[in-house]
């Protein structure tokens, strides 16, 4: 059962939620430029669609949305940018069809919850493993939880931050634990093609992730543990139904460090060098937190 299904199960206000946006308009946009697309997206009201037509552009610098609207481009192989990045700030925005190409920073930086990536593409092309959706709830009390779906990501990953200092951290980890719920981040039904350069999602700071129906290869899965005395460790983790492939030699496809979750029903085919879990309690050997 997919993220959205489950929450349209879980919830009868689902319906009446969209049903409120009103009459919700699809502005197109004039161009692929990171001015003509920021153009549109300010003059776009909650629940509009901003519709970026086929074409390949360069930004500059990043996209900024503040409000609930759907970023929709024509397919990740017909509208492609290079560069720049996205703010999805906390408005609950859905980005999808569309292709991406960078080589530093965190791509698509999202906060808060109910916002949505489907159906892109994500390409690395520096020699690091850099992140390419980055939920966060840095400089906010929201611990982020929405979706990642149907996306392809190169030599890049889902990386999730809950909280951004140790006291909103703790409020985290005192809260319950909600195992099975939409209080987490979703990554399913995607493809991660990598190298062997680390991991392709991974979580800290009272970060909650769930990871289920996807494709992973020569790369992991990843939890953390604290990092500092300021810092908690990741709050819980799912990670089901998906198929890690070794195409070479590689330590191992599974790596936690903290918090409290589940695996199960993974397949791992290939040449690992461990061939399932490898946990790791960092302050049985490091003097941290």
């Known amino acids: 059962m997919s993220y959205l299904r489950f929450l349209i199960l879980a919830s009868g206000l689902f319906f009446l939620t969209f049903s409120e946006e009103g009459n919700c308009a699809t502005i197109a946009v004039k161009s692929t430029s990171l001015a003509d697309v920021q153009a549109a997206v300010n003059s776009a009201a909650v629940g509009d669609t901003v519709s970026v037509p086929a074409g ?9 949305i503040t409000k609930k609207i759907t970023l929709q481009g024509q ?32 791509f698509i930086d999202v906060k808060g919850k109910g916002w949505r990536v489907d159906n892109c593409k994500f390409t690395n092309t520096s020699s690091s493993n850099l992140v390419a959706v980055y939920p966060n709830g840095l400089n906010t009390t929201v611990c982020p939880a929405g979706l990642v779906d ?41 493809t991660f093609n990598s190298d062997g350069r680390g991991n392709c999602v991974d979580t800290n700071r009272g970060g909650k992730y769930v990871f289920r129906y996807n494709k992973v290869t020569q790369t992991r899965s990843e939890v953390h543990s604290l990092q500092s005395d300021t810092e908690r460790a ?17 330590w191992a496809p599974l790596f936690i460090r903290g918090g409290t979750g589940v695996v199960f029903n993974n397949t791992f085919t290939g040449p690992w060098n461990n061939e399932g879990i490898v946990l790791d309690n960092v302050r049985d050997s490091t003097s941290v937190g």
């Open 56 to 64: 390949n552009s360069t930004w500059s610098s990043r996209l900024n």
């Open 75 to 106: 397919g990740s192989n017909s509208t492609a940018i290079t560069g720049g990045g996205i703010n999805m700030n906390l408005s609950g925005a859905r980005i999808t069809g569309m292709a991406f190409t960078f080589s530093s920073g965190n």
């Open 150 to 190: 149907n996306c392809i990501f190169y030599y890049c990953k889902v990386l999730t931050h809950g909280m951004g200092n140790f006291n909103t951290a703790s409020a985290v980890w005192a809260d319950d634990l909600r195992l099975g719920t939409d209080d987490a981040v979703y990554v399913e039904d995607c």
């Open 234 to 250: 990741s709050r819980k983790w799912e990670i089901y139904n998906n198929t890690y492939i070794a195409t070479s030699a590689l």
